[in-house]
């Protein structure tokens, strides 16, 4: 394997080469080292990345690689380095961030033409890494590693991962910020992506007053990013470099409205500039549906980063991004227009989402009326968000009683014996008006069917399932990641024998740590 840098060699970086905690002005990027892991072993990798980045897989299996995505043996021509970026969290500028354990190693390119970056996220101490330790645990690492893949699978807009690697490492961490630190195992992901830029690294230029390595970053991830605009300086590249990354950023909220994703940090400097799915923390799946649910801890209280929030939380992060962009075109009107149509561009795909989920042709103004009191329905019952649109695709035109309507959907409720009868007519008169739209569009139940299922995934990284492939692999057991990591390959297939893989969240899990709630300790 051989590398490019085209991030370095054509970015403006850090003079200083000594690895120490520090404010870097006026650079993209600076040099650094990943630190040696005392003892790597290859936990799991994803066979078809490997594939794709021309690895072999088998050459994925020895000693060789797994130094080489360890960080402890150099991929010829690479030079590695940090990123500098800055970001708004929670609402707040936090001045600078950047890369505090991760190292990109360089760019390769893919089978499919595509020039993709290699990352090693917990990988030891760069300029960046403020107060903390460079490095991270085997439950994040893992949490990412099949999250990202899986995004990957559900065709959600994503980095992926190549390799989870266990280091030798000892990391301490304070899981629950209560006082009682822990020594976990250290990991290593090998996340990639065509460009980890965010947000954040065009809003530190913004802080800087540095707008020639701002406009020198811009012109960088038009060309490499964004081939259809044309690189001239002018306030029209600039608009439809800005029109194009909302564009992308409504589509992914929409795609994780589809998937039910809660990402739980959505800070500007976890906000990819092409619109992927990056830096997966404290996400969560959501299994009650519940719009006011958050996945993390230091959330539980502002509720910022909730399902339901996250459209309008990216549009406050793209208005951050225009400011940004604005000084590279001293002009305002054409930002504020773009900025006007995200609501519209959302409700665009969010509806197609919505008409895809219940296997509608088409999605009329009286249809927007059931899909409210669906969510109505949602907001009082407690009820599975994936199994419910999955056994609504099961739902007969021409069932004959509402109870048989009900019957369809019950595996999905979490408490069937605690509903009301209130809520029971609800539901009932819902599924009937479903029923009877369906019929009215004459819809071909298969055809129906097919869409459906191919929207509605069956599989997706739920948190418990999570735990559970945390707690075997922390002994060293990767049996059940590797064959849930198989069957989250195909999240729309029904495959025989893999029920535990889309069972509902059982009780023990409502209250367990790394289930429901996760802190950002990782
Ligand atoms: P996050 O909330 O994980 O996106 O991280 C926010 C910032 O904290 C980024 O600049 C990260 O690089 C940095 N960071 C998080 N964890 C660590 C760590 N263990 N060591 C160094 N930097 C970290
Ligand atoms: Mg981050």
């Known amino acids: 394997m051989k590398l490019d840098n085209t991030f370095v060699d054509q970015l403006p970086g850090d003079p200083e080469s000594r690895n120490f905690v520090r404010v870097v002005r006026d650079a993209c990027y600076s040099v650094v080292q990943p630190k040696t892991s005392p003892n790597p072993a ?68 893919g089978t499919d033409g595509v020039s993709y970056a290699l990352q090693l996220k917990g990988s030891g101490l760069t300029p960046y890494s403020r107060t903390a330790d460079g490095l991270a645990v085997l439950r994040s690492s893992l949490r990412e590693f099949v999250c990202s893949e899986a995004m990957h699978y559900l065709r959600v807009p994503t980095t992926r991962a190549l390799s989870l690697i266990r280091t030798g490492d000892q990391v301490i ?63 029209d590249s600039y608009i439809q470099w800005f029109r194009e990354i909302l564009d992308r950023t409504a589509f992914l909220m929409a795609e994780w409205w589809r998937v039910g994703f809660v990402h739980g940090v959505m800070n500007t400097d976890n906000m990819s500039i092409t619109g992927l799915t990056i830096d997966y923390g404290p996400y969560g799946w959501l299994e009650d549906f519940d719009f ?24 406050w ?18 930002l504020q227009e773009a900025l006007n149509e995200y609501d519209r561009v959302f409700d665009s795909y969010h509806t197609d989402v919505i008409r895809r989920k219940l296997g509608l042709e088409e999605l009329t103004e009286g249809d927007i009326q059931l899909v409210n009191e669906l969510y109505e329905i949602f907001d009082s019952i407690e009820i599975d968000m994936t199994l419910f649109f999955r056994h609504l695709a099961n739902v007969a035109p021409d069932a004959t009683t ?37 019929r009215q569009q004459n819809r071909d139940p298969v055809v129906r069917a097919e869409l459906m299922n191919d929207n509605n995934p069956l599989y997706v990284p739920r948190n418990y399932l999570a735990q559970l492939a945390i707690d075997d692999a922390d ?15 195909s999240p729309y297939q029904e495959q025989s024998g893999m029920e535990k893989f889309s069972a509902k969240r059982p009780d023990w899990a409502k209250s367990r740590a790394g289930c429901s709630m996760l802190s950002c300790s990782s």
């Open 173 to 235: 961490r304070d899981m629950f910020y209560d006082g009682n630190p822990e020594l976990e195992t250290g990991a290593i992901v090998c996340r990639v992506a065509p460009t980890f830029l965010r947000f954040g690294n065009f809003e530190i230029f913004a802080a800087q007053q540095n707008l020639e390595v701002l406009r020198q970053l811009a012109d960088f991830t038009i060309r490499t990013q964004f081939p259809n605009i044309k690189v001239d300086g002018s306030t």
């Open 317 to 334: 992060n793209l208005l951050q991004l225009a400011r940004v962009i604005y000084l590279l075109m001293n002009e305002l009107e054409p």
């Open 475 to 489: 002994k060293g057991d990767y049996a059940l990641l590797n064959q849930w990591m198989e069957v989250l390959k």
């Open 402 to 438: 509402d109870q048989d309507l009900v019957q369809q959907v019950s595996p999905a409720l979490y408490n069937p014996d605690e509903i009301t009868q209130e809520l029971q007519d609800k539901l009932e008169n819902w599924l009937a008006t479903y029923a009877a739209i369906i």
């Open 292 to 315: 006011g649910w958050t996945p993390n801890t230091t959330d539980a209280q502002t509720k910022r980063y909730t399902y339901g929030n996250q459209p309008q939380i990216a549009k």
């Open 42 to 109: 290859l936990i799991a990798y994803s066979c078809d990345l490997a594939k794709l980045l021309e690895v072999s897989p088998a050459a994925m299996g020895i000693a060789e690689f797994t130094e080489m995505f360890a960080g402890n043996r150099t991929i010829r021509n690479s030079t590695p380095y940090a990123m500098c970026y800055g970001g708004h969290q929670f609402g707040h500028w936090a001045g600078q961030l950047g890369d505090g354990r991760a190292i990109t190693l360089g760019e390769t390119t």
